[in-house]
Nanobody, 113 residues
């Protein structure tokens, strides 16, 4: 049974940082494209970042230069380092594997003063 468990969300002031984690079980993260999506209230879920099995990365334009996706094969965990956070980054952040075949339950990120 595949499980993706996100953690690390919370309330942060504008300009602050957070690191999200996605701990995987039932799959080996280095074998799949692992990604992050987010969904803000009243909006559709949108792509944020992806890391492929050969460490290629891609980001939505709005987070380029601020967010970094990475993977720790030994821990079977994927991370999303978020810096210079803005109120518009407020959303539930979801981890996904293998092009959306598997999803976590999400972690809330709120950027507010």
């Amino acid at each position: 049974q595949v499980q993706l468990v996100e953690s690390g969300g919370g309330l942060v002031q504008p300009g602050g940082s957070l690191r999200l984690s996605c701990a995987a079980s039932g799959i080996i993260v280095r074998s799949y494209a692992m990604g992050w999506y987010r969904q803000a209230p009243g909006k559709q879920r949108e792509f944020v970042a992806v890391i492929t099995s050969d460490f290629n990365t891609n980001y939505v334009d709005s987070v380029k230069g601020r967010f970094t996706i990475s993977r720790d094969n030994a821990k079977n965990t994927v991370y999303l380092q978020m810096k210079s956070l803005k109120p518009e980054d407020t959303a539930v952040y979801y981890c996904t594997a293998n092009g959306g075949m598997y999803w976590g339950r999400g972690t809330q990120v709120t950027v507010s003063s």
